[in-house]
């Protein structure tokens, strides 16, 4: 497996390996969420989440997808982009809620940010992501 990712690098202050993801204007530093390992565990067991912070999740392939959020106790908001980037819904979620709230559509991401993220900073569904080269993973 060949990963290549070319996101720009938050700055060196940050404790955490994070990426900052550029929508619009607004910027959300996020960790990488790209093994099945961390994609199945997610956000799970943090009690908080610092502003202007997420996970962003990237599949192999475009294809529905599915969260929950057992043992997530983060109210969080849900994005998913397809693989043009383009978000094609975004939805709230509830802390350690366990039904699961299916992509309308075949996608290749998701992002997860703190309940409200989006449209605070005006995203909306159609709005582009930058993320400039993730092929390979």
């Keep these: ?10 700055p060196s202050s940050s404790p955490s390996p994070d990426f900052i993801l550029r929508i619009n204007r607004s910027e959300l530093k996020l960790e990488l969420a790209f ?5 199945r565990k997610g956000l799970m067991h ?12 990237i599949y192999p392939d475009e294809q529905g997808l599915s ?8 109210p969080l908001s849900l994005a ?4 043009n980037r383009r ?12 039904a699961s709230r299916p992509s309308s559509f075949n996608v290749l991401y998701a992002i997860e940010a703190n309940r409200g993220w989006f449209l605070k900073n ?16």
């Design 1 to 10: 497996i060949i990963i290549i990712i070319w996101l720009k690098p938050a």
């Design 46 to 57: 943090r009690p908080a989440l610092p502003p202007d912070t997420g996970l962003l999740f």
């Design 80 to 83: 998913y982009v397809d693989e």
């Design 122 to 137: 005006g995203i909306r569904p159609g709005d582009v992501v930058s993320i400039p080269a993730l092929k390979g993973i």
């Design 67 to 74: 969260f929950w959020m057992k043992n997530t106790e983060v």
């Design 87 to 98: 978000i094609t819904e975004i939805l709230d979620l509830e802390p350690f809620d366990t």
């Design 35 to 39: 093994t099945e390992e961390t994609r």
